[in-house]
């Protein structure tokens, strides 16, 4: 597949600034790009890479709105493509010049496993040794790859994209376009223990998994039942590899949840709250929209909205970043303390002898 | 279903005061509760909600033992059921409304594999694609659910509850009821390698894992054989999500280790120790008994029985809640350090001029 | 099996002094051994053991060189055998005693499900339930046990042993006798997103996964496919459990990455470098040759070859042991600043009499 530049930039809706005839065979990064690829260009720290790129094109925001740059400074031989969001506009390209693998073709595995009273929408594809128990109903498009488990009374949306190897328990409700990845289990019964007579005994754990449209899952995940009522994943909200979330837990949406994270029993998340990697949250705290928690701080209290945490014990980013510069450098402050009781010890004599 | 809270209170063992006669059809939250519903209050934080609860009978201790409260001061229309241990006494409830589904019928699914000198006994059921390899012995109404591999020579006892999506690698033991949740795999090589040559070299695991009665094990866990001799989980302790518990580990009875918690090598905890979440040990130390860790404290030493550790590194609790107490004012204390050291100047300028 | 110490020694390199026809029938640590076993010693902290062990026979390195012993002080009736390498002739004899189980007899289940133009070199084995997609190749003698996935277009080298419940993804390629545990996922999705219109997009994630030889990855580990190219795991690397790699990472050879550790994208790790338990890195940073970094640790920063770092924030471990010791010690700092401000005050206020 090829496209000249003049045809890629109609296709993105960005703008050309030379070079709209060269023809684009690929895309890559801007340090491995070679001739015939399209790149891009969104951080300023990857700006002096414009020189040496040996890319045929490269996606760029106007010049002066994320940073500035010179087009007699650009070989004159690179097209350029003014986007006002470049990494979006590559992200397309991406899609054009990589299409996603085409889904199985419709159908049940003869080796899958359906129970009674299930709903297959049209479209719906359940692969190899999987498990499809009583009264699932799976909607239109939903692909269900090989020795993956959906337990009884689950439904599914529309073009949900599950396994291999995902395990959903029953009772499960996810939205269209979910996408689930491998090892990733849904509905796992909440940590609950209640204790008597010097043992733990076990707590019902009765309730269910909530998940909105277009939540993405990654692999090795674990999601928890709620003890009673819903674990709730909001739509649009996107969750990366080996991530804990326990029961009762609500997240918002369009939220981001980096790698390794656990989310503790009952917390709720706004919308749009990002979670870097291995973060540790406790149970029953709120976190407003658009808060950001830095990596692997661990949160013990409610975050305002729209605040920037990090640390562990986590507190506002800014007031962290005073004390981790005192703290590195703690071991000169205690030499200070030192020297000021020797020079005070010194004063003190000194009077005693002026009296 | 519905009972009165007589009937109720004499399943619970529990006393009335009040309301005896009212029907209840549910369990819930003392937030969600609705008329008709029976909830709990074991908590002094929640004591506000009892003036606002929709719920028409609540679980409590007797006044006095946890907390204060005044029967005039709650509404006549709520009955009260007394009981030592609320949480429990609810945990009953619940069971009693919402009985665990029943595990599937007994029997071997035509598509499970079934090694040779296999044990079944009465009442085991064997799901869709499992394989049970050869000389394995499974105990009486022991389920293994789809997807699940059994090891050879691994033995089961009664009332297992395994899987969907579980491993259970050769020789593994597992005493009575023990549950094991999908994607958790038992019995995985130990991480260990002895270096020559400039690279390493695996060495053999050629141990076990013992695995007590009652003992719950989350999803995504992994328990690594001992290198030599057994990796153990005590009777009644109970297992969080994506625990990673290393060879020759050996964990005692009740304990509570909660999710994203990891073990290394060789480390014994006593029994009834609870670790809270992404707590990490390293190898070759010892936890006594009722030993608490704080979620995300490293720990690098023996603890003695009955402490509060947190920190990483991990210390007592109440010294490490003075040492955080003075990091978190440390750019203060900086500031104060410099204040003095101008005072200081000062007095030794003015103590030179003096002379 | 039994051998004689001579005969032993023979297999394993060793020089024997005294002993050599005591028979050895079993292998063992020095705490456990008993009568008829051999152990080993490579640790200075384990030599009081070696008056009290049971055990018949004992590798130890030659006196002086890892640590001093006297012949005439430890019994008699234990034969030594010398070695330079104690653990690695260790290993090998535990190899010896306690060969590894054979793998199943190569074939293909005919529950196994193998798509078209597959490569099945000798002595392959596919176990049940096992899908291998279309275009992939198993190299001679490579194992994968039951119930575990093979995408379309991955390419395994010989002798490699995966699963059961393995996950590899379209288009990876692993090297030979790469051993992989249950509940793993080779070239799940990187995790990536544009943000545009307040929504997060999904960026394809067309890359894979390169695996070199004799690379062993532990139970429950996510290694995240190139969002374009390759990530990377060198030869020779070792991964414990839990472990998440995330996207265009790329990992030098005979690296040790111990379990729950998260690198995040597109980091490049040197040769030699080992990572212990539960550590993060952030995304795009190098560290070097023969990098150790300790335990928790975060990473937010390249680190130079042939450092040891440690700390969230990760500093060069000197440094942070200097730092943690003045934390720990902090309260009394704090206070010492207290009683110097008072000092200072009674100086001053002497001063002010004193004119």
Excluded: W
């Excluded at 899609?95 to 159908?107: E, I, K, M, R, Y």
Aim: hydrophobic share 40%.
């Amino acid at each position: 597949m090829s496209l000249t530049v003049q045809e890629l930039a109609g296709q993105l809706g960005a703008r050309v600034e030379g070079g709209g005839e060269i023809t684009i065979a690929g895309v890559r990064g801007i340090e491995t790009a070679q001739a015939g690829d399209l790149t891009f260009l969104a951080n300023v720290k990857y700006l002096p890479y414009l020189k040496t790129t040996q890319a045929s094109a490269v996606i760029l925001p106007p010049s002066g709105q994320r940073f500035r740059y010179d087009r007699s400074e650009i070989p004159s031989c690179i097209a350029l493509l003014i986007h006002d969001n470049p990494y979006f506009a590559f992200l397309q390209a991406l899609t054009l010049f990589h299409p996603p693998p085409s889904p199985p073709a419709p159908g049940i595995d003869p080796s899958a496993r359906i129970g009674k009273n299930v709903t297959l929408a049209e479209g719906v594809y359940v692969g190899p040794s999987c498990v499809v128990e009583d009264d699932v109903a799976l909607g239109e498009s939903t692909t269900i790859l090989a020795n993956s488990f959906v337990g009884r009374g689950s439904k599914l949306g529309r073009q949900c994209m599950i396994g291999p190897l995902v395990t959903i328990l029953y009772g499960s409700t996810l939205g269209d376009r979910v996408r689930i990845h491998p090892s990733t289990v849904i509905g796992s019964d909440g940590f609950g223990y209640a204790p008597e007579g010097g043992q733990h005994h076990k707590i019902p754990q009765v309730g269910g998994v909530t998940i909105g449209d277009d939540v993405e899952i990654g692999a090795g995940c674990t999601i928890d039942r709620a003890t009673m009522g819903q674990t709730i994943i909001g739509r649009g909200t996107k969750i990366d590899n080996l991530v804990q979330i326990a029961h009762n837990v609500e997240i918002g949406e369009d939220c981001i949840i980096v790698s390794q994270v656990g989310i503790s029993g009952s917390t709720k998340l706004g919308n749009r709250v990002t979670l870097a990697g291995q973060v540790g949250l406790i149970g029953h705290i709120e976190l407003g929209d658009n808060v950001t928690v830095a990596a692997q701080s661990g949160v013990a209290k409610d975050i305002p909205a729209n605040s920037f945490y990090f640390g562990s014990p986590a507190v506002d980013a800014s007031r962290q970043k005073r004390i981790l510069a005192s703290v590195s450098s703690l071991p000169e402050h205690v030499k200070a303390i030192k020297r000021l009781e020797r020079r005070i010890a010194e004063l003190e004599a000194r009077l005693a002898e002026n009296k």
